[in-house]
């Protein structure tokens, strides 16, 4: 008897929402009633988000793709020859040559789509685990340096350099340490944690095994968006998996040497996203932002030495110790070394995740990769960097995608969201969108941020009514300065971002004459 064709099928949150487990179903039952053995693999998202539910087939050229797949293509696409790679209308061929694939630099979200997620030895066979292995046979400072030397920096806001971080956890004499994982995923238009928590868990936890391994760092623990049910399972399964075969334990791969870790949900609050409040949630209790100093990094989890990192920068440590600090380095531009996940939303053709080396332009992901607005209108602006984040114009659209460049026009790359919007958009709206949701995820402590918020959408309110406007963009800009300034954390400090970046691009839509109520 032959072997079954493997079939390879997302159980990516996004591609579930779309139908894919249906998909699934539909596909066990036809091949069943025609007699033919298969093998349904579950995987990762490739990040083609447009085309899910994609299902690639194993051939002998390669897998290829099928997308999107409804349950009513299956049985057609199982008399087109679905199960050897045959020809149909939803085929896009050999899913390693095609175009979005191709022009990438898939570094930390190359096995995600290509493996089963849960299963330890096709992580292996895929690369998996060297960085750790290679890890065992270093000294603490040799894997703090390789950190510090290919110049990874935090995935998330500040873009602070990794290696530093790690320097001041492994300097700090403490007998507990900690190694905190920020899954708290809450930036509109961002899924590249939940994608590679879903699709390739076991590198988040290689990657976090490794950090305790520099820093002399036991526990671990991954604080998961309370909205991600799929990718804390997953982690949770994982973490589980891994526990068993000894990667995680009392004596991590039998070097004698322990790191364990677990999965937390997170407490539903955006500001739990700031490192602080987060370490508070973590430790029971409401998530507050603490004052700084002391650094997590010298008084973190329970008073400890902590590491906190984001699930991408977490991601990159196995890479870059099992090739080496220098061939991560190779990639991105200036200070901006390696790759960034892009995730592409909004008013766009085809959204999705695409990791690029830095360097790379607005232009290249949003037109290139893709395909222009959804609408076919005329990009207006764009939104990097969560709600949080600047808005772009569409003459900024070749600004180049690095830390440094988006500094010096007054954005921020952020976690790599990207979101787009046509030349329907009413940018004062989005700048009162802006202080609304900073007043509604406040964690209150400070006044600047608990009050400012509020007297932002109401001064902004006043300005688009055309209530004493000259005066009130005065109030707007004073407004914004003491937000940045006095704030306690980023949460108040970026809220202006997006509002100036609106006033500077788009004056026009806060002086409009304001429309007149209709007769009651």
């Not at 022009?103 to 685990?129: C, E, K, M, N």
């Not at 270093?138 to 340096?145: L, P, Q, T």
């Not at 390739?200 to 936890?205: A, G, M, N, R, S």
């Not at 300005?463 to 003491?482: F, P, S, T, Y």
Request: aromatic share 6%.
């Amino acid at each position: 008897m032959s072997a079954p064709v493997r079939v390879f099928v997302p159980k990516d949150a996004a591609a579930s929402s779309l139908g894919a487990d249906a998909v699934v179903r539909a596909l066990v039952a036809a091949t069943h009633e025609r007699g033919v053995a298969v093998e349904i693999v579950r995987t990762g998202s490739r990040g083609m988000l447009w085309l899910e539910p994609l299902v690639e087939v194993e051939t002998a050229q390669g897998r290829i793709a099928y997308g999107p797949v409804a349950p009513r293509d299956v049985a057609s696409l199982l008399d087109a020859g679905l199960l050897s790679g045959g020809a149909h209308r939803l085929s896009h061929g050999v899913v390693d040559k095609m175009d979005w694939m191709v022009r990438q630099s898939r570094v930390t979200f190359a096995r995600v789509g290509a493996i089963d997620p849960l299963s330890l030895s096709d992580y292996r066979a895929h690369g998996g685990l060297r960085g750790l292995e290679r890890a065992l046979r270093m000294s603490g400072a040799d894997i703090v340096e390789a950190v510090k030397q290919s110049g990874l920096r935090g995935r998330g806001g500040a873009g602070f350099p990794t290696g530093v971080k790690w320097k001041t956890v492994l300097d700090a004499a403490a007998p507990q340490k900690y190694v905190v994982c920020n899954a708290d995923e809450g930036d509109s238009g961002t899924f590249a944690d939940r994608m590679l928590m879903e699709g390739d868990p076991f590198l988040l936890i290689e990657g976090m095994a490794i950090a305790g391994l520099a820093v002399g760092a036991t526990k671990g623990y991954v604080y998961i968006r309370s909205e991600y049910p799929h990718a804390f399972r997953a982690m949770s399964d994982a973490i589980d998996v891994a526990r068993k075969a000894g990667v995680l334990g009392a004596s991590v791969l039998g070097c004698g040497r322990a790191f364990d870790m677990e999965a937390r949900l997170g407490a539903g609050a955006y500001i739990c996203g700031e490192e602080t409040s987060l370490l508070e949630s973590l430790e029971g209790k409401r998530g507050v932002v603490r004052a700084k100093p002391p650094l997590p990094a010298l008084e973190g989890l329970f008073g400890k030495p902590t590491i906190v990192n984001n699930v991408l920068s977490l991601a990159a440590v196995p890479t870059i110790v099992a090739d080496g600090a220098q061939a991560y380095a190779e990639y991105g531009v200036g200070r901006s070394r390696g790759t960034l996940p892009f995730q592409l939303a909004g008013n766009v053709k085809r959204g999705g995740l695409v990791e690029l080396a830095f360097g790379a332009t607005l232009r290249d992901v949003i037109e290139g990769f893709g395909g222009g607005t959804r609408s076919g209108r005329p990009i207006r602006a764009v939104q990097v960097g969560g709600p949080l984040g600047a808005y772009l114009p569409a003459s900024q659209l070749d600004a180049p995608l690095d830390y440094e460049a988006f500094a010096a026009i007054g954005a921020m790359l952020g976690h790599g969201g990207i979101v787009v919007f046509d030349d329907t958009v009413d940018m004062a709206a989005q700048a009162r969108f802006a202080f609304e949701f900073c007043a509604k995820e406040s964690c209150g402590k400070c006044t600047p941020c608990r009050i400012g918020a509020v007297r932002g959408a109401e001064t902004v309110g006043r300005i688009v009514a055309g209530i004493e406007r000259e005066k009130n963009l005065v109030v707007l800009d004073d407004l914004n300065k003491l937000m940045t300034d006095a704030s306690l954390c980023a949460m108040g400090g970026l809220t202006p971002m997006p509002v100036m970046s609106a006033l500077r691009h788009f004056p026009e839509d806060f002086r409009r004459a304001p429309q007149r109520q209709a007769a009651e």
